[in-house]
């Protein structure tokens, strides 16, 4: 059997998708208005935050270790992460659901070509290309203002690596709960669960300390590794070497080894529950 060429059929998928877009653009730019804006007011309420305390008196002030601009080098990844994740991933793992329910995922099975790989990267949300961009100039608006900071070559290669893994692993908790839409015909609660527990990655985990914090930063870091999504390329970037956790950094590599295989796993075995429509 032929193998069928994945990098054609991306192309095929997200050209379809920009022409989908283009042809709704007033859908497509209020999306882009919602997101930029999304993005620019979290910007601006850590602004508001550090410029109350530098207002009182705290000539060191930073957030669990981070200054200003460390942070929003760590606000910048953020953004990163998550458009990667919205442009590639998140209407498909909505849509499974839907696909279950109605049927549709007959037609995805019936095709000659990995049924994960299909739905999850059918259709690509080009309205996040402009939060991608915000996310790019603000990096090269903060890291020079960061003091102290002497940049090397491998913080500019480890840090798209681990943007990567960190979208991986997103990836991967996103589309191991969307799969349980087959077990149960629907399952919108477990789906929700993804934004309830992603939220721990959008704060430096040096903050989750202490009797219930340091918990959560065991169970967010190394059994749900969300934790080391941000903090791992944001530190490999914005922190001088010497400071940063290498323990962690190499943790992330077998954490997005480790995500992906069991996502894979669950993927494959809800499969085989899957009763066609037409049965």
């Known amino acids: 059997m ?10 095929m998928f997200a050209r379809n998708s ?31 935050i550090y410029r109350l305390m530098y207002a009182d008196g705290d000539g060191q002030a930073n957030i669990a270790g981070w200054s200003q601009y ?12 998550n458009s990667f994740v919205e442009g ?15 049927g549709g995922l007959d037609f995805a099975l019936l095709k ?3 049924t994960q790989f299909l739905v999850s990267l059918q259709r690509i949300n080009w309205s996040a290309i402009p939060k991608l961009l915000l996310a790019l100039a603000l990096l090269a608006y903060s890291i020079p203002r960061i003091e102290g900071l002497t940049l090397h070559p491998i913080q500019f290669i480890l840090y798209p690596l681990y943007i990567v893994m960190g979208t991986l692993i997103l990836y991967s908790v996103m589309i191991g709960l969307a799969a349980t839409s087959i077990w149960l015909g629907r399952n919108q609660s477990l789906y929700d669960f993804w934004f309830y527990i992603t939220n721990f990655s959008r704060y430096p985990m040096e903050i989750y300390e ?6 959560l930063r065991f169970v967010f870091t190394y059994l749900i590794p969300i934790l080391v999504v941000i903090n791992v390329p944001a530190a490999t970037l914005a922190k001088p070497l010497s400071d940063t956790n290498w323990p962690l950094a190499g943790f992330a590599v077998i954490a997005t080894v480790g995500s992906l295989a069991i996502s894979r796993w669950i993927f494959q075995r809800a499969l085989m529950s899957y009763r066609s429509a037409s049965s």
């Open 2 to 11: 032929h193998r069928p060429n994945y990098l054609a059929v991306f192309w």
């Open 18 to 48: 920009l022409i989908r877009d283009m042809t709704f653009r007033t859908n497509y730019i209020i999306e882009v208005i919602f997101g930029v804006s999304w993005a620019l007011m979290n910007l601006g309420f850590y602004t508001l």
């Open 70 to 81: 460390e942070f929003f080098v760590f606000i910048a990844t953020t953004i990163l992460v």
């Open 210 to 215: 202490g009797t219930f914090g340091s918990p």
């Open 112 to 114: 000659p070509i990995d």
């Open 88 to 102: 590639f991933f998140m209407a498909n793992a909505e849509e499974l659901s839907e696909l279950t329910r109605t």
